[in-house]
């Protein structure tokens, strides 16, 4: 069995992955594209958005692409940030203990309830609105579920597509299939596992 295959039928396993393929060189460009003309339109009206993750991901030599189910472990890590050139200027944070820590700050705006703006580092809202940010994608490392069905030695990176990245990939890989609950995320395998 290919190392790929195996680590197809791994993830098959993890709670809240429904299905796994892998990302095709025609799909893989096809995402790219969508993905760069989702970065041209505003995020909720209030900047632009630039995927990172998935431009990491997709020169890996393996990818493989879940649809996840609202059981999917997404751990802790920001899956979105806010920048002003290249400083975070906002986050996205899980973890409750550093948002009530964060709570307590007279410089953390909470945006969302799990999205924070560090006051002191941005002209907030006039930066955000004057489009002066962007929002980031940033590739991340795989949560605990999804670490432990892979090989000790994988390098992997995990990204989230846009909405139009998640339809595109439904439509090219699942059938067309855009259940109400589901989701996708995109593993890159830097050695090519």
């Known amino acids: 069995m290919h190392a790929g295959e195996k680590i197809l039928t791994s993830l098959k396993r993890v709670r809240g992955i429904e299905e796994v393929f892998l990302l095709e060189e ?41 649809i996840t189910t609202v059981d999917f472990e997404w751990g802790c890590q920001s899956h979105m940030l806010l920048k002003k050139d290249d400083r975070i200027v906002g986050e996205e944070v899980w973890d409750l203990n550093q948002i009530r820590e964060l709570e307590k700050r007279p410089d953390v705006h909470f945006l969302h309830r799990n999205f924070v703006i560090y006051t002191a580092k941005v002209n907030f809202p006039q930066d955000v609105v004057q489009k002066r940010c962007y929002f980031e994608y940033p590739a991340i490392p795989p949560g605990k579920d999804v670490a432990a069905a892979l090989p000790a030695d994988a390098e992997c990176l995990l990204c989230y597509p846009s909405t139009a990245g998640d339809i595109f990939l439904k439509k090219a890989l699942y059938d067309g299939r855009d259940e109400r609950g589901t989701g996708t995320v995109v593993l890159g395998f830097k050695d090519g596992h």
């Open 26 to 66: 025609a799909e893989r460009f096809g995402l790219f594209d969508i993905e760069v003309a989702a970065e041209k339109k505003a995020f909720m009206g209030m900047g632009k958005t630039y995927n990172s993750g998935i431009r990491e991901v997709l020169v890996c030599p393996l990818r493989i692409v879940c």
